[in-house]
């Protein structure tokens, strides 16, 4: 069978780099003056029996030969464009291995166990601003939450309409327009038949410590590969990092409020882990429904990826159970002395397994 690529495009925007793929698309439908369904058809993307972009698995991952075929049709290596995808990420920060194009089920399993935003971001008006609109690709990860070049925490939500940015119409994961030309500058959130026009560039944000930023960019290192994961000392994999710095981030979440003033945060930060917890509802995802689930907003975000490095980095296994010692016994206090079993849900390294039986008492199980 002869393989059928696409048309090579007159027009072609150069990708910035760590820039999304929806990112990416819009901005180069905003050059060809077509909407965004339009572009991606002209990228070789199978767009004929859906208009939802969930089915899809758009932006998070492709197959290799959908790669070969946008390459085909801009001259951007498949390299390029498959780090232009939450795929990038898979086996480090994310667990994709069950997501598959076109299977819809498999997209929603994997969003709501993952932490990340399929059809969301965060974003740094800032670097929107310099960059004209070029979104990039792990403002999606729910570990994201401050700026390392600028030094701010990152913006989650419109302060005109109220909706996550970039999440679509009231909240709920976009289409990929027929008609509506993006604008990647804007909210475009739509809300009762109009577009909500807010710029993005001029939403204020709150500066961090040298410290949160250092660590944001620590994250983002381990994430692609270029910095190993230590846990109190020992090299582990990045799965196994991250693993750990989740199940830190339940841990303190199970403690909450009794744990706040034991943590090394700020006030601010502290306000957001306690209405967050207010929030939180119990689901038919029972207890990792509640704990488990991604931070809501960049600020809780920043919070959990404080405490939890802080937990990571100590130097040796009796620091380790040290660090985590108050933050269990904060916990025990909301848990009634039962099993915390949701600690058991997530592929621990051994040294920090370990670390969890003597600071529970030996009932955080092992994998």
Not at 252 to 258: Q, Y
Not at 314 to 335: F, I, K, N, T, Y
């Amino acid at each position: 069978m002869v393989t059928v690529w696409p048309r090579r495009l007159a027009l072609v925007v150069a990708p910035v780099h760590g820039e999304s793929f929806a990112s990416w698309v819009d901005r180069m439908a905003l050059r060809n003056g077509c909407p965004p369904w339009a572009m991606v058809e002209a990228l070789g993307l199978d767009v004929a029996t859906s208009s939802d972009v969930r089915s899809l698995a758009y932006g998070v991952v492709a197959t290799p030969e959908t790669y070969r075929a946008i390459e085909a049709a801009t001259g951007v290596s498949a390299e390029v464009v498959r780090g232009m995808h939450l795929a990038m990420f898979d086996g480090s920060v994310l667990d994709l291995a069950g997501v598959r194009v076109g299977d819809k089920e498999s997209v929603r399993r994997a969003e709501s166990r993952e932490w990340v935003q399929f059809f969301g971001s965060r974003a740094c008006p800032q670097c929107l601003a310099a960059s004209n609109g070029a979104w990039l690709v792990w403002w999606k990860l729910g570990w994201a939450a401050v700026c390392p070049a600028h030094r701010t925490l990152l913006v989650d939500l419109c302060p005109r309409c109220r909706v996550s940015i970039r999440r679509g119409p009231a909240g709920q994961p976009a289409r990929l327009s027929r008609s509506r030309m993006p604008d990647p500058l804007r909210c475009g959130a739509l809300l009762s038949g109009f577009v909500c026009d807010q710029p993005i560039p001029q939403i204020s944000t709150s500066a961090v410590s040298n410290k949160l930023a250092d660590q944001q960019r620590l994250v983002l290192e381990v994430a692609m590969g270029r910095r190993p994961a230590l846990i109190a000392g020992q090299v582990v994999s990045a799965g196994q990092w991250f693993a750990v710095l989740k199940a830190t981030a339940m841990l303190i979440r199970l403690g909450v409020p009794e744990v706040l003033p034991l943590l090394n945060v700020t006030l601010d930060g502290q306000g957001a882990l306690a209405a967050e917890a207010a929030r939180q509802r119990w689901n038919r995802a029972g207890p990792m429904g509640r704990y488990g689930t991604a931070p809501r907003t960049a600020l809780v975000a920043a919070t959990l990826l404080e405490v939890a490095l802080e937990v990571a980095e100590a130097e040796g296994e009796s620091e380790l159970v040290a660090r985590l010692m108050p933050l269990a016994a904060a916990a025990r206090m909301r848990w009634k002395e039962r099993r915390p079993d949701l600690l058991t849900q997530v592929a621990l390294s051994p040294v920090f397994a370990a670390a969890l039986d003597v600071v529970l008492g030996g009932q955080a199980g092992r994998q």
